[in-house]
């Protein structure tokens, strides 16, 4: 038996469930490698041009590597760094390798020779100060090659505990302790001055002898070089008023390349004295989506064969800058259509689709809507009836008409109270039963009344006075650390990550340990008292915010600010709450007109939705300004910022693809079929098939929505990715579909039972429906919110009849394969 099912029905309904064998057709499609267009053959080379045009050396060991680019003859630019062949007029004073990087060897002035595609271009050079001593400088000279290669991360040197004795700050944040774990820790022996090749920091990083990490730098190498002569010179820290890296700047900063194509980056260290290095050898490389580019570690770049846009980071020393990649698809055989354009959203979308020559699909029909905006608003399916009442509406506006309808209706309250509860946590081990209801009750009111998010924030921000009068209040007992408090609202009100900044520079952001003692310190004063009606939040304490390295007080000021000279004495919440609520605030609007972008469309502007940074840039920036700003103009109206999206060309179109846009996933040319939350799916099958779950401690005919204890142990929402919110990451709630999931809504008994329940729907649509082809005529309005093909509906009238011996049967197998398939089990 299968999911109580015999083997031979369960055979017969997916053999002739038309959808299932069209879904596994789809999900070949999906998971095969398309031999897609390949990059168009570049056209002839016309002229070349190096950056920089010339170049100065000074100092010992200087350095510098060039770009070439080529000019085609159809006025495009193509990069020739590493087509190109480069050779020095004079080697005794410069030298170049066959990628371009040019090492100064002895004072004078030369050319550099670059020849590519039958053209040559020449680039002077100078040399200066080669003969100078070095001063060796830790910081600035050794910290930066420890990066470069993984020593310092947390996966090596860089843990909490470190690795086997040697323990170094992650990123070298902590130059000091750093410093002396090589010269001072492990009795010395790291470092031997007098035989710098005896020195255990060499023979380890060599592979010389037995090191977990493996051969990290090659004897020889410049990098090994180097720290050898730093340990020759007695291992300096160098002096302490230095110059420090202050900027980093990527060359190029955004090129258009065709897809299967490369392009080598530069990057450029600007010093707090205005003098700037060439750090491209040293810097680490990421790019924010592999599936359309990739870095290696010298910072070539290669796009992939879809189209869409890329950014790759560059990072150095603390400082952070990024490359924007646009890769357009093949150009159209004939020019690019006229879109029409809703309203502000489809503009500027449609400006972006036309850089990408990617054409959107077709608007979806009548059924694809009114399933996806239920979903969507409410996290329930249409029922038949309500199926059938909308597509028999003839009116021009029945989808705005729709629209308003769903908004006022108690569903779209539970929905998004779950949602938020999820981001607020909402937790009953954490407040108990009273505490987490009165918690989860001020969300969904604030939804009901659709209450300004400007107002929601402030009052989740400056909540004081008794508990039970100020529910908004269980926040600060939920995350009781002010530091986590400082976190958990950047993360979920601004959307942006300083966690990491707790103990060490963001390693990809500008945020420092400063920054989040800063924002913490805006939270220290709120803490609760017990009184005769319960516990009262307030400003009660006033203990001083330290570094946790030099000991020195930070005073509150908000991200981005200019630090005060001291702490106001006032509740300082009042002053983030003034700070993150204000118009001209860039985070606050941005985060939450993404979040709900990414909701209704499948996939944030900025995506992950709360990973706002330089390095992480938009897809689309003018569409998400955009945005934001109406959100703004609008008073932070939620249900009207909903209302202008849904009613967006963008979100209307058709998740079936075109030849232009099958592969992008970016840039809102389509649908995306989106999974459907553990909640909102178990609704589902509850619904078509009729039968209610029973969840214990809640009231009979509470939907899985409705459920606001995260905690409740129910194997489905389990197994479909319910958080259980001990974080405010969007990454709790899984999204990605797993075996387990499929095994289980294939085999399940329990669903099989609700599916054959003599009271369920299943059993009365048999019983009402005399007639076979209405029976699948309801069976498509309850679980696909449209009415059958001919081909369809043909096809499951044969099913009937060759089951003629049991009807009920026939169409309990049918449901069983709708409720299987694609169509049934995301949001398209």
Same mark, same amino acid.
Not at 69 to 98: L, P
Not at 314 to 326: I, P, T
Not at 391 to 402: W, Y
């Given at each position: 038996?299968?999911?109580?099912?015999?083997?031979?029905?369960?055979?017969?309904?997916?053999?002739?469930?038309?959808?299932?064998?069209?879904?596994?057709?789809?999900?070949?499609?999906?998971?095969?490698?398309?031999?897609?267009?390949?990059?168009?053959?570049?056209?002839?080379?016309?002229?070349?041009?190096?950056?920089?045009?010339?170049?100065?050396?000074?100092?010992?060991?200087?350095?510098?590597?060039?770009?070439?680019?080529?000019?085609?003859?159809?006025?495009?630019?193509?990069?020739?760094?590493?087509?190109?062949?480069?050779?020095?007029?004079?080697?005794?004073?410069?030298?170049?390798?066959?990628?371009?990087?040019?090492?100064?060897?002895?004072?004078?002035?030369?050319?550099?020779?670059?020849?590519?595609?039958?053209?040559?271009?020449?680039?002077?050079?100078?040399?200066?100060?080669?003969?100078?001593?070095?001063?060796?400088?830790?910081?600035?000279?050794?910290?930066?090659?420890?990066?470069?290669?993984?020593?310092?991360?947390?996966?090596?040197?860089?843990?909490?505990?470190?690795?086997?004795?040697?323990?170094?700050?992650?990123?070298?944040?902590?130059?000091?302790?750093?410093?002396?774990?090589?010269?001072?820790?492990?009795?010395?022996?790291?470092?031997?001055?007098?035989?710098?090749?005896?020195?255990?920091?060499?023979?380890?990083?060599?592979?010389?002898?037995?090191?977990?990490?493996?051969?990290?730098?090659?004897?020889?190498?410049?990098?090994?070089?180097?720290?050898?002569?730093?340990?020759?010179?007695?291992?300096?820290?160098?002096?302490?008023?230095?110059?420090?890296?202050?900027?980093?700047?990527?060359?190029?900063?955004?090129?258009?390349?065709?897809?299967?194509?490369?392009?080598?980056?530069?990057?450029?260290?600007?010093?707090?004295?205005?003098?700037?290095?060439?750090?491209?050898?040293?810097?680490?490389?990421?790019?924010?989506?592999?599936?359309?580019?990739?870095?290696?570690?010298?910072?070539?770049?290669?796009?992939?064969?879809?189209?869409?846009?890329?950014?790759?980071?560059?990072?150095?020393?603390?400082?952070?800058?990024?490359?924007?990649?646009?890769?357009?698809?093949?150009?159209?055989?004939?020019?690019?259509?006229?879109?029409?354009?809703?309203?502000?959203?489809?503009?500027?979308?449609?400006?972006?689709?036309?850089?990408?020559?990617?054409?959107?699909?077709?608007?979806?029909?009548?059924?694809?809507?009114?399933?996806?905006?239920?979903?969507?608003?409410?996290?329930?399916?249409?029922?038949?009836?309500?199926?059938?009442?909308?597509?028999?509406?003839?009116?021009?506006?029945?989808?705005?008409?729709?629209?308003?309808?769903?908004?006022?209706?108690?569903?779209?309250?539970?929905?998004?109270?779950?949602?938020?509860?999820?981001?607020?946590?909402?937790?009953?081990?954490?407040?108990?039963? #009273?505490?987490?209801?009165?918690?989860?009750?001020?969300?969904?009111?604030?939804?009901?009344?659709? #209450?300004?998010?400007?107002?929601?924030?402030?009052?989740?921000?400056?909540?004081?006075?008794?508990?039970?009068?100020?529910?908004?209040?269980?926040?600060?007992?939920?995350?009781?650390?002010?530091?986590?408090?400082?976190?958990?609202?950047?993360?979920?009100?601004?959307?942006?990550?300083?966690?990491?900044?707790?103990?060490?520079?963001?390693?990809?952001?500008?945020?420092?340990?400063?920054?989040?003692?800063?924002?913490?310190?805006?939270?220290?004063?709120?803490?609760?008292?017990?009184? #005769?009606?319960?516990?009262?939040?307030?400003?009660?304490?006033?203990?001083?915010?330290?570094?946790?390295?030099?000991?020195?007080?930070?005073?509150?000021?908000?991200?981005?600010?200019?630090?005060?000279?001291?702490?106001?004495?006032?509740?300082?919440?009042?002053?983030?709450?003034?700070?993150?609520?204000?118009?001209?605030?860039?985070?606050?609007?941005?985060?939450?007109?993404?979040?709900?972008?990414?909701?209704?469309?499948?996939?944030?502007?900025?995506?992950?939705?709360?990973?706002?940074?330089?390095?992480?840039?938009?897809?689309?920036?003018?569409?998400?300004?955009?945005?934001?700003?109406?959100?703004?103009?609008?008073?932070?109206?939620?249900?009207?910022?909903?209302?202008?999206?849904?009613?967006?060309?963008?979100?209307?179109?058709?998740?079936?693809?075109?030849?232009?846009?099958?592969?992008?996933?970016?840039?809102?040319?389509?649908?995306?079929? #989106?999974?459907?939350?553990?909640?909102?799916?178990?609704?589902?099958?509850?619904?078509?098939?009729?039968?209610?779950?029973?969840?214990?401690?809640?009231?009979?005919?509470?939907?899985?929505?409705?459920?606001?204890?995260?905690?409740?142990?129910?194997?489905?929402?389990?197994?479909?990715?319910?958080?259980?919110?001990?974080?405010?990451?969007?990454?709790?709630?899984?999204?990605?579909?797993?075996?387990?999931?499929?095994?289980?809504?294939?085999?399940?008994?329990?669903?099989?039972?609700?599916?054959?329940?003599?009271?369920?729907?299943?059993?009365?649509?048999?019983?009402?429906?005399?007639?076979?082809?209405?029976?699948?005529?309801?069976?498509?309005?309850?679980?696909?919110?449209?009415?059958?093909?001919?081909?369809?509906?043909?096809?499951?009238?044969?099913?009937?009849?060759?089951?003629?011996?049991?009807?009920?049967?026939?169409?309990?197998?049918?449901?069983?394969?709708?409720?299987?398939?694609?169509?049934?089990?995301?949001?398209?």
């Amino acid at each position: 038996m299968i999911g109580g099912m015999s083997q031979a029905r369960y055979r017969s309904a997916f053999l002739r469930s038309r959808w299932l064998q069209v879904q596994f057709v789809v999900s070949i499609l999906v998971l095969a490698p398309l031999d897609g267009p390949s990059a168009r053959a570049d056209t002839a080379v016309v002229s070349l041009q190096s950056r920089p045009v010339s170049v100065a050396l000074e100092g010992p060991d200087a350095r510098m590597s060039v770009l070439v680019d080529g000019q085609t003859g159809d006025g495009h630019t193509v990069d020739m760094t590493r087509k190109s062949i480069y050779s020095s007029r004079d080697a005794s004073i410069v030298t170049v390798s066959e990628m371009g990087h040019l090492i100064g060897r002895a004072d004078g002035e030369t050319s550099i020779d670059i020849n590519a595609g039958g053209h040559q271009v020449e680039v002077r050079v100078s040399v200066r100060g080669i003969g100078r001593p070095r001063r060796f400088h830790f910081e600035n000279d050794v910290i930066p090659i420890l990066s470069k290669f993984g020593c310092n991360t947390s996966g090596c040197h860089g843990k909490a505990e470190g690795q086997n004795g040697f323990k170094l700050s992650v990123f070298g944040f902590d130059v000091e302790a750093d410093w002396a774990a090589l010269t001072s820790e492990g009795r010395g022996r790291r470092v031997f001055p007098a035989a710098p090749r005896e020195s255990l920091l060499l023979q380890k990083i060599s592979g010389e002898v037995p090191h977990g990490g493996g051969i990290r730098i090659r004897r020889g190498s410049r990098e090994y070089r180097l720290l050898s002569d730093w340990i020759s010179a007695g291992m300096p820290r160098g002096d302490l008023d230095a110059p420090r890296v202050a900027s980093l700047r990527v060359m190029p900063g955004e090129r258009q390349l065709a897809m299967n194509s490369s392009q080598q980056t530069r990057v450029i260290a600007t010093y707090s004295d205005g003098s700037e290095a060439d750090v491209t050898q040293h810097a680490r490389y990421q790019s924010n989506n592999e599936g359309l580019g990739t870095v290696d570690e010298f910072g070539l770049v290669e796009t992939s064969q879809t189209p869409g846009e890329v950014a790759v980071m560059a990072a150095y020393m603390g400082a952070v800058d990024v490359f924007r990649v646009l890769i357009p698809g093949e150009a159209l055989n004939e020019d690019f259509p006229e879109l029409p354009a809703n309203n502000f959203i489809d503009t500027l979308v449609a400006a972006k689709l036309r850089k990408l020559n990617l054409v959107p699909s077709e608007l979806c029909s009548d059924s694809e809507y009114l399933r996806r905006v239920y979903l969507d608003l409410i996290g329930t399916l249409p029922t038949a009836d309500e199926g059938r009442r909308f597509l028999s509406d003839e009116r021009p506006d029945r989808r705005e008409r729709l629209v308003d309808e769903l908004l006022v209706r108690p569903e779209f309250a539970d929905l998004w109270a779950l949602r938020w509860s999820d981001l607020l946590r909402v937790d009953r081990q954490a407040l108990e039963h #009273k505490g987490a209801y009165a918690y989860y009750r001020w969300i969904r009111d604030s939804f009901v009344a659709n #209450k300004p998010y400007d107002q929601f924030v402030r009052e989740l921000i400056t909540a004081d006075g008794v508990l039970s009068d100020s529910p908004a209040g269980y926040f600060y007992k939920v995350v009781g650390d002010p530091g986590q408090r400082a976190s958990t609202l950047s993360q979920v009100l601004l959307g942006v990550r300083i966690e990491c900044a707790k103990c060490h520079h963001h390693p990809s952001d500008r945020w420092s340990q400063t920054d989040y003692y800063g924002m913490q310190a805006l939270l220290t004063q709120a803490s609760f008292k017990p009184t #005769k009606r319960g516990e009262m939040l307030g400003a009660f304490s006033d203990s001083p915010t330290k570094h946790p390295r030099t000991g020195v007080e930070i005073f509150a000021h908000p991200l981005g600010e200019a630090r005060p000279a001291n702490s106001p004495a006032d509740d300082r919440r009042a002053i983030l709450a003034d700070w993150i609520t204000a118009p001209d605030n860039r985070w606050m609007a941005r985060n939450f007109v993404n979040r709900i972008w990414a909701q209704l469309l499948g996939r944030g502007i900025i995506e992950p939705v709360d990973d706002f940074r330089a390095t992480n840039p938009p897809t689309n920036p003018e569409l998400l300004d955009a945005l934001a700003a109406h959100f703004v103009e609008q008073k932070y109206n939620f249900h009207t910022l909903l209302k202008t999206i849904i009613a967006s060309q963008t979100y209307q179109r058709s998740s079936r693809p075109n030849a232009t846009n099958e592969r992008d996933e970016q840039n809102y040319s389509r649908a995306l079929l #989106k999974k459907l939350d553990a909640e909102v799916l178990f609704d589902a099958v509850c619904q078509v098939t009729g039968v209610p779950e029973k969840f214990p401690g809640v009231p009979a005919g509470s939907r899985a929505v409705q459920l606001w204890d995260s905690q409740m142990n129910h194997y489905f929402l389990r197994q479909f990715g319910r958080p259980i919110r001990l974080s405010a990451c969007q990454c709790e709630r899984t999204s990605e579909p797993s075996v387990s999931q499929v095994l289980h809504v294939f085999n399940s008994p329990k669903l099989n039972a609700k599916l054959t329940h003599d009271g369920g729907r299943i059993a009365g649509i048999v019983d009402n429906h005399s007639v076979d082809g209405d029976v699948v005529d309801e069976l498509y309005l309850t679980f696909y919110s449209r009415r059958p093909s001919a081909e369809e509906r043909e096809a499951g009238i044969a099913y009937f009849q060759s089951h003629n011996s049991s009807r009920r049967r026939a169409a309990e197998d049918i449901a069983w394969s709708m409720m299987n398939s694609l169509e049934f089990l995301f949001n398209h």
